[in-house]
């Protein structure tokens, strides 16, 4: 997608890849773009990644976690890492950069500050801009149109996806270019925007909020890792266990898609090599069922129903609605009964810093928002009704909604994503439908309590875990 109004420069030095959201290396169309272009021109590639340290919710966690992943490109031929170490010091740094290269390539990413930051950089570029989407499987320009339901984006996803996996990015795709060296970067830069001595980064000394602890360990590494584990002891009881708090079998992928530390055609090939599975199995008729298209055993349908189906549906959705994280964007059954129950009368009501701090009456709730704020993640179905207790907890739906973004923005590693905000809207009723009885607040949008949980996974180790 071009950016911008400027053309390629035969006269630059390099072509600039600009990495914002896919931090990887490989299965990155956006750097193969790149990658081919340089060849094309027969210029080496120049790979960019900077990180702010003014977007909202910075933190040690996010900070360290996204660093860890720039610590492995670390000596990669061409690679340009930065670090702002105050808010606003990397202005121009692109732009800079710019006017040496021919064109410059990065990643389209339909949420948080990263729209507006690519639209603000193609007007100050003289050279073209072009945003390449390598998201999930479907490309988001592929429809029109946003989907209401998880059956309706899926059903579409089974007609349209064996033409997208005619077309999967390359492994290794820099090896397509040589890779810039330092002498070809303005003697000036360096000075203004040292590259990061990423192992020697001290998170203290940037203007963050230390409040927010590290967890995880980014990277590509750790996020392949994880997959290979997830394939040799989770896949097999992912349909039955994925609700278990003890030895749960899901992935733990989600932080790492949400940095783009890993793809999800990567993901694909790796569980395709697991299950001896090729294209030619997919379903011929596009049914929107669950199971059954793949033509892969129960556990990797499921699975790639959550990877593809519903993390995919979040992405398009982002994509064809600019206010996305407001309660307009709710479907209108969902905006029409959280109103007309705006006003019920609330048992017990909490404000947001009694939310933070997990002070609230209910056990369960404030163990989920314990796991938050220590582990950066949160149990999958608690986290649902994490989400429906803020509904039936605050004064009104927006207020549950704010209440929502904030906490999982903050403390959630796979916050700020379009998945993320898929299931903190669908605690309000998007991509869901009108359930009865009408009750309280909630009006017909679907209801869930801590009683009805408890009974149906075991939440005492869970409990004793995060109870305190």
Not at 313 to 327: K, M
Not at 407 to 433: E, K, M
Request: glycine share 8%; charged share 25%; aromatic share 10%.
């Amino acid at each position: 997608m071009r950016c911008n109004s400027g053309t390629v420069s035969r006269h630059g030095r390099y072509v600039l890849y600009w990495m914002i959201a896919q931090r990887r290396l490989g299965y990155n169309f956006a750097l193969q773009r790149a990658a081919e272009l340089a060849r094309e021109l027969n210029k080496p590639l120049l790979v960019l990644e900077a990180l702010r340290c003014g977007y909202p919710w910075a933190c040690d966690r996010i900070h360290r976690f996204i660093i860890d992943g720039m610590a492995e490109r670390e000596g990669t031929p061409g690679y340009w890492p930065y670090i702002e170490p105050v808010p606003d010091a990397g202005k121009g740094l692109l732009v800079a950069l710019s006017k040496s290269a021919c064109a410059v390539v990065t990643d389209a990413y339909p949420c948080f500050f990263l729209p507006h930051m690519v639209r603000t950089a193609g007007q100050k570029l003289e050279v073209i801009l072009e945003a390449v989407d390598s998201n999930g499987l479907l490309p988001l320009s592929i429809s029109d149109r946003t989907w209401p339901s998880a059956y309706a984006f899926r059903r579409f996803m089974q007609k349209s996806l064996r033409a997208c996996l005619a077309q999967t990015p390359l492994a290794h795709p820099m090896e397509l270019a040589k890779a810039a060296g330092e002498s070809l970067i303005d003697d000036k830069l360096p000075r203004h925007w040292p590259r990061a001595q990423l192992r020697r980064v001290r998170l203290e000394e940037l203007p963050i909020d230390h409040s927010v602890a590290p967890t995880l360990q980014g990277g590509s590494t750790p996020a392949s890792a994880r997959l290979q584990r997830f394939l040799r002891t989770g896949l097999g009881r992912y349909t039955e266990g994925r609700n278990e708090i003890d030895d749960n079998p899901a992935s733990g992928l989600s932080p790492y898609l949400h940095f783009g530390q890993i793809g999800t055609h990567e993901v694909l090939e790796r569980l395709a090599r697991t299950e001896g599975w090729e294209p030619s199995r997919l379903g011929q008729r596009a049914t929107g069922k669950r199971a059954g298209f793949w033509g892969m055993s129960e556990g990797a349908e499921a699975f790639l129903d959550q990877i593809v189906t519903w993390r995919e549906l979040g992405y398009h959705f982002c994509t064809r609605e600019e206010h996305y994280d407001r309660f307009e964007s709710l479907p209108l059954w969902a905006q029409k009964t959280l109103t007309e129950h705006a006003s019920d009368k609330r048992k017990t009501l909490y404000n947001l810093a009694e939310f933070d701090s997990a002070s609230t009456h209910d056990p369960l709730w404030n163990a989920a928002q314990r796991q938050l704020r220590r582990d950066g993640v949160m149990h999958n179905y608690l986290r649902m009704l994490w989400g429906k207790k803020i509904l039936e907890w605050t004064a009104s739906p927006q207020e549950a909604l704010q209440v929502m973004i904030e906490l999982n923005n903050r403390y959630a590693l796979d916050g700020r994503d379009p998945n993320s905000y898929s299931g903190i809207f669908w605690c309000l009723g998007r991509f869901d439908r009108p359930w009865g009885p009408t009750r309280p607040v909630f009006g017909s949008v679907r209801y869930m309590s801590s009683e009805s949980t408890a009974r149906k996974i075991d939440v005492r180790s869970y409990l004793a875990r995060y109870g305190v």
